[in-house]
């Protein structure tokens, strides 16, 4: 659908032309919302319904209809809140979610605050009760004198307002749109009374054009980027640190790294933009992350450090290590929360990252001209001696990857995962071990750009140009972490490409908090494959609480058949117990089914993943 298709005049044309809406009567307030919803491309809302919100399904029953936006019911709000996470993340669209009144607003929180640590774009609607029932204790009552949700979403929004006039919706809808949209993104929060939902709008048709009113900012700081040109000029040894915001700019990075021969890390959230397999990639700093990562940015020969598109949390900055908060750092970023954690800094730009990176690509070419003086700069490889560059000289245990130890070493699960699905694959690592394991193990197969040969696809194809979405082919949750968030954001992933394989890799503790939403997939016949990391326990837990020398308590999960569960809603499943049963699967056929596919895999419980950060951030808390 054309992003002006339902705009104007021609929306009301179409909604009377369907005879939704009798010829004279005024749109309602939701069916305005939607009709805002739609011009600017949103495809799906993800929620779950109620009395206090049914005048928004009735509004999203009639887009449907007419071919416009279609509603996909959650089994919890909660995982209505990581699909639109998922659908954000893949499409670069705003992800919309909604919920009912009372418990299904409290439900949402967990999502909503997911979303907010990780700057997703979303908005969150909620209903309520009709304003003259405030006061009267009715039926779920989240109003200001009942249970305030508006209050508790006030911490984990960008805005946040009670739409308590018909009036007011569309000048609030703006801003709430433009807070989850413009840096630092995150979502915004909109609740309605029903009544106010119901009563007739003030405008046939959206008085906005939402789309040159949301499009993205170019503005940059000219003067701090002309310092950094500068100080590159005098540089001998720049590394850059690649953060997971910088999906839109991941083209100009790389490319700025190519001219200047300078090797790059990533955060655990930024590994998904690159590939594992490019020359320059020297492995993840920080959670699960590599000591050639470590390595490089200890290097005293390094003199310039850039941190792009990273908020300097604990997971992605080392637990705050000294090797990079110091004094060699330069910190680009569009969002000012991310700068304001790196006052050690050298230097702050601050900008849209894209605009930053073009400049300095620009620069580089410039300076290489013919009768321009290039800089004589030091490269140190980093690299083993007399080898090329592969992402398995970085692995912690490199022999385990090879294991055919039953039951299944992790390790080895990651490696096969990489080389057994195909390159458009999606791979979501849910929090806990799962994506401990993946930040370290989980490559996909040699890219055939750098001359290597894979055993089944999986090397990540990038194309020229802009890329939309947040998204790479690996996708974790950093800061808030809710246990569950990859199971629901598999599910909004793949309604938002339903023309690509999309991986859940879970554990058996997120799996029995939020699995239901495999029924999701189901309904929605789309081609998700749920791995469960299978080891009775809260793996991430248990392994902490012997790392830190304490007692073993409260992780321990009993035997669970997750493929009988699987099954029982709906989904194809296998029990893998070996490397043999893994690689037997038919993996192209799983991939064209239009359903999911649960994978239990049984791996072995005493394998410790790589959780050294979380271990030394948790020490010096003490």
Known sequence: MGANTLFAHDHMKMVLGNSEIAPGRMLEVADLLVAYLEQIGVEYVFGVPGGAIEPLYNALARSARRGGIRHILARHEAGAAFMADGYARETGKLGVCCSTTGPGATN???????????????????????????????????????INTLGMFQYCTRYNSLVSHPEQMEAKLVAALQRATRSPKGPSHLTFPVDVFRSPSAHFVPSYNLQSLLAPSSLTDDDAIETLLEMLSEANNVVLLIGGWCGEAIGSILQFAALWGAPFVTTPDGKGLVSPWHPLF?????FGGHGSADAVLQDKSVDLILAIGTCMGEWNSGGWSNNLLNERLVHIDESEDHLSRTPMARLHVRGRILSVFNRMVEYTHELRKPGKIEHNRQHTSHEPDGMEWNPRHMLASPEKYESNAIPMKPQRLMRELGLLFPPTTRFLADTGNSVSWAVHYLHPGIDRRFGGRRKGGGGRKTSPGLRKAGGGWLRVTMNFASMGWAIGGAVGTAAANPDVPVVCITGDGSMLMSG??????????????????????????????????????????????????????????????????????DIAAMCARKGPTLLDVFIDPEEVPPMNVRMRALANML
């Open 282 to 286: 020297r492995g993840v700093f920080g």
């Open 516 to 585: 239901q939403e495999i029924s999701v997939a189901v309904a929605e016949k789309l081609s998700v494959i749920f791995v469960v990391l299978n080891d009775q326990s809260l793996g991430m837990v248990k392994h902490g609480q012997r790392l830190a020398g304490a007692e073993r308590s409260g992780c321990d999960l009993p035997p669970t058949d997750f493929a009988a569960l699987a099954r029982a809603l709906g989904a194809e499943a296998h029990t893998i117990r070996s490397t043999q049963d893994l690689t037997g699967l």
């Open 108 to 146: 949402l929180i967990t999502g909503v605050a997911c979303a907010y640590e990780n700057n997703i774009p979303m908005l969150v609607i909620t209903g309520q009760a009709a304003l003259p029932a405030f006061g009267k204790n009715p039926l779920q009552d989240s109003s200001c004198t009942g």
